[in-house]
């Protein structure tokens, strides 16, 4: 670890989740109000360089050990299955479609394809930028 001071790790940690909730926030306004899979992926990804920065690159690996290649593919494939799903009933690509249901604890909820097409977009951004980021970070040159 680092020789950093422990008020700046207790002060990322309170910050870095603060962003983390508003990114979720922004994630699930998206399909009505601004907001969506874009946003929210750079908020996480701001959030998780915070903790980058602060901590070093090792124990931030050691507990989040993704390879985010892998998590940029996954995105791709969860937003193009969205969009290729209707055209399974003879509509368009990328035809949104929603529905209200009746769930147990939530009542009346509205639930959207464009939630697994923001989630998609999300893991894009989120892997993109901190692939990015830390291919640049470890660069030796």
Known sequence: ???????????TRIVAFIILIFSIFLFFAGHNNPGGGFIGG???ASALVLLYLSFDLKTIK???PFDYAYVIGAGLLLATLTGVAGMFFGFPYLTQFFEYFQLPILGETELTTALPFDLGIYL?????????????AEDDS
């Open 124 to 136: 894009v951004v989120v892997g993109f930028t901190l692939l990015v980021i830390l291919t640049v």
């Open 42 to 44: 750079l908020m996480t």
């Open 62 to 64: 050691r507990v989040l």
């Open 1 to 11: 670890m680092k020789n950093t001071p422990i008020q700046l790790h207790v002060v």
